[in-house]
């Protein structure tokens, strides 16, 4: 089994996630993604995985999403995705990627129990 953590350290529910992975043995990789953004192929394929829209893996509360008018409904999938990765703070956190028996399963961790749902 392969697990991946997009993982903010300033955020209580990232580090708790990746506390309670650690607890169950597991060694993530670790991908700190306001340091390294996923690149748009990653976000798309992560939001596949998931089956969201661009817009419901944002952040609303920041200050990125108002400053950039992201509330904006005419804005495309690209231009939501585009503005995520300019500003990786936008990106809802901990998102945890399972891979295991050649299946992968992606989960946002809030609350925790829909990482442990994908173990």
């Not at 993982?7 to 993604?33: A, D, V």
């Not at 400053?67 to 999938?77: A, G, I, K, Q, T």
């Amino acid at each position: 089994m392969s697990v991946t953590i997009y993982h903010n350290p300033q955020c209580s529910k990232s580090r708790k996630t990746l506390q309670t992975l650690e607890e169950k043995g597991i060694k993530p990789t670790i991908i700190e993604y306001l340091k390294t953004p996923p690149k748009a192929e990653q976000l798309n394929l992560l939001l596949t995985y998931l089956n969201m829209q661009a817009r419901d893996l944002m952040r609303k509360n920041e200050s990125e999403y108002k400053d950039n008018n992201l509330d904006d409904e005419s804005l495309s999938h690209q231009q939501l995705v585009d503005a995520m990765i300019k500003h990786p703070k936008l990106i809802e956190r901990p998102i945890v990627v399972v891979e295991k028996d050649q299946q992968t399963k992606v989960a946002i961790g809030r609350p925790l129990e829909n990482v442990l749902d994908i173990l």
